[in-house]
């Protein structure tokens, strides 16, 4: 059962215009949230993350929001450059499961220059 | 310069045969976790140690098994045992506390042969 749920596998954005990707989750337990971005045969690169007491948090030109009633959270890159073509994971953890990570599938986002 | 080093970067064997991956972190942290990538999917856990001497099955440990005799290295064999072994693998550590990051290494591509 996928506990992160990440769909519209793919997305192409021009340069300059804004990214948003979104996740959804099952376990009401997820109390801390990441983001990564992973580039072809290269380990994942932490991006931002956000704790389940906070709602936004932004860091350049990623932000983050979380909507705990409605289990959703949504990252967005803005402005895209075409080095952001990567594909993005989002994952959740529970604050009493030893720090263990549920990811997501991925979206790949292509920026068009 | 802190980090994880993961080797080799591709690996091959013939298939009934043992391979142990190697994960090397001077992060000082505590927490290290070996992940599975397949193709359009995302990250799945199959051990992780929350300290040395200790470890405990992700959700796909079947097939595959580890050792962690020092804080700095988390060596991962995959056996014969596992069905599927073809598949990126990914290191990552953290401190073992809820809500903090996970960084992960470049990965080792294994193909079974």
């Known amino acids: 059962d996928q506990q992160v749920k990440q769909n519209s596998p793919s997305l192409s954005v021009q340069e300059g215009r804004i990214s948003i990707l979104n996740c959804d989750y099952t376990?009401?337990?997820?109390?801390?949230f990441l983001w990564y971005k992973k580039y072809p045969a290269e380990g994942p690169t932490f991006l931002i993350s956000?704790?389940?007491?906070?709602d936004k948090n932004e860091d350049g030109r990623f932000t983050v929001f979380l909507n705990k009633s409605a289990k959703h959270l949504s990252l967005h890159i803005v402005p895209s450059q075409p080095g952001d073509s990567a594909v993005y994971f989002c994952?959740?953890?529970?604050?009493?499961?030893?720090?263990?990570?549920?990811f997501g599938k991925g979206n790949q986002v292509v920026v068009i220059p | 310069d802190g980090g994880i080093t993961q080797s080799p970067k591709y690996l091959f064997r013939k298939e009934g045969q043992n391979v142990t991956l190697s994960c090397e972190q001077n992060?000082?942290?505590?927490?290290m976790y070996w992940y599975r990538q397949d193709p359009g999917q995302g990250l799945r856990l199959i051990y992780y140690?929350?300290?040395?001497?200790?470890?405990q099955k992700g959700d796909i440990a079947e097939g595959y098994s580890v050792s962690r005799e020092k804080k700095e290295s988390f060596p991962l064999t995959v056996t014969s045992a596992q069905k599927n072994p073809t598949a990126f693998y990914l290191c990552?550590?953290?401190?073992?506390?809820?809500?903090?990051?996970?960084?992960f290494g470049p990965g080792t591509r294994l193909t079974v042969l």
């Open positions: 992060l000082n942290h505590d927490a």
């Open positions: 994952a959740a953890s529970a604050k009493d499961g030893n720090n263990r990570l549920a």
């Open positions: 140690s929350q300290i040395v001497n200790d470890f």
């Open positions: 376990n009401s337990m997820f109390d801390y």
């Open positions: 956000i704790s389940s007491i906070k």
């Open positions: 990552a550590s953290s401190t073992p506390r809820g809500g903090d990051t996970q960084y």
